[in-house]
Structure formats: C-alpha cells, structure tokens
C-alpha cells in the first residue's frame, strides 16, 4: 500500500479485555516495529520484526503483551487482560532492510476503561 | 543507557521567527539522527535525517545539524508558518534498528 495502515484507529476496552491491533506495513518492507506513546511523551520500543522473525522483545511491558508477523507482512499486537496503564498510542511503523527512513502508521488509540 | 532530551518542551513564537530546537543525548555512538514531525492524532513524519558521519541536513526551510561528539542536535526552522505548528520529535539510531525517542518539543506559531 501506499502507506503504513493501522486498526483499529480507536479502540475503547473494558478492564481484562484482550484486544488485538493491526497493522499492515508499506508492502516489500522487511523491518516492522511497534511502539508505545503515553500521552504527552515520546513513543516507545516493544519490538521489532525482520521478515516474520522477532528479533527482539524486549520493549514489551509484560507477557499480556505477545506480537506476530508469521507471513512477514501483516502484524497483529495482542494485549491480554488489558490493564488501565495499557491506555496509549500504539504506533507501527517499516521500513526497507537497509533502510534509513522509517515510515509510521497513524496509530491506534487505545483507551482502557 | 541511551536517553534522549528535548529542550524546550513547549514553544510558542509569532509567525515569521526563526527558531531553534535543541535534542541532546548521553550516548555518541549512535547509527543516525532524525527528526520527525507529529501532528494532534496523526502518527509521526520524518522530516530530515543525519547519518553518523554528517554534521547537517537541509530540507526547505529546516535545516538540522548534528554534533555527535558532544550528543546534541538542533532543529533550525526558518521564517516560521502557523502550519508548522506541532510537535517535534527527535530520535536517535542505536544498534542497527532500534530508535530512541526524546519527549518532543511542542511548538505553536501564531498567526
């Protein structure tokens, strides 16, 4: 696609849901990473993907927090048992194997009630 | 630990300023810098990006420049716009994919 493509864009879960983000990154790029932005701060690394392979976790707050790209494309961040600090933007973004530049998504809010 | 901060955390100038943001970091070794742009809601937008080896990058009306020895970068806008109004991240490259991020510099040009 023409972009990096987050969903849901906004999300409202009841404390102890799990929810399931997505996202769909610029199509041939091989890195894919996730960050966390509380309100008002920098984002933060959970994780990153070469291809499908994980290559590191160790962002991630907890292990309610599990992230997969088993075709190397598409990549879906799951949180289990959502918790009220779990409230934040959660950005993707990729880019090429060598590439500098790297192209985020537009996030998805996520709000814990 | 690499950490990162961005001074002043929040600006406000009239239309036609030039400014000055500052990003400072505790690390040297570091891949690359770059800076991005975040506008309310939306994700962030890479705006210029200095390799390791480079003191300055020019795009338009940005110019940012890098000090790797001393950990600083600015981020130089001239003649300010009210559409440049938001907030601004810098972001430094450690290892071979992992960026750090400072808390941004929120900046409201007034018209």
């Known amino acids: 696609g023409a972009g990096v493509s987050q969903s849901p864009r906004y999300k409202v879960a009841k404390r102890g849901q799990d929810v399931a983000l997505r996202c769909d990154p610029i199509?041939?790029?091989?890195?894919l990473f996730w960050y966390q932005q509380a309100l008002g701060q920098g984002p933060e690394f959970l994780t990153y993907?070469?291809?499908?392979?994980?290559?590191?976790k160790s962002g991630l707050p907890s292990d309610r927090f599990f992230a997969e790209r088993p075709e190397g494309s598409v990549s879906t961040l799951k949180i289990q048992r959502t918790q009220q600090e779990d409230s934040a933007v959660y950005l993707c973004?990729?880019?090429?194997?060598?590439?500098?530049?790297?192209?985020f998504g537009e996030g998805s809010w996520l709000t814990v009630v | 630990k690499q950490e990162v901060t961005q001074i002043p955390a929040a600006l406000s100038v009239p239309e036609g300023e030039n400014l000055v943001l500052n990003c400072s970091f505790t690390?040297?070794?570091?891949?690359?810098l770059q800076w991005f742009r975040q506008d309310p809601g939306k994700g962030l937008t890479s705006l210029l990006l200095?390799?390791?080896?480079?003191r300055e990058q020019t795009s338009g009306r940005l110019n940012a420049s890098l000090d790797k020895s001393s950990g600083r970068s600015t981020l130089y806008i001239a003649a300010s716009q009210p559409g440049d109004s938001a907030t601004y991240l810098c972001?430094?490259?450690?290892?071979?994919?992992?960026?750090?991020f400072g808390t941004g510099t929120r900046l409201k040009v007034l018209a």
């Open positions: 993907f070469q291809n499908e392979a994980q290559l590191d």
């Open positions: 690390d040297s070794a570091i891949y690359n």
């Open positions: 200095i390799q390791s080896s480079q």
């Open positions: 972001a430094v490259r450690t290892g071979t994919y992992k960026y750090i």
């Open positions: 199509s041939g790029h091989v890195s």
């Open positions: 973004a990729s880019s090429t194997s060598s590439g500098n530049t790297i192209y």
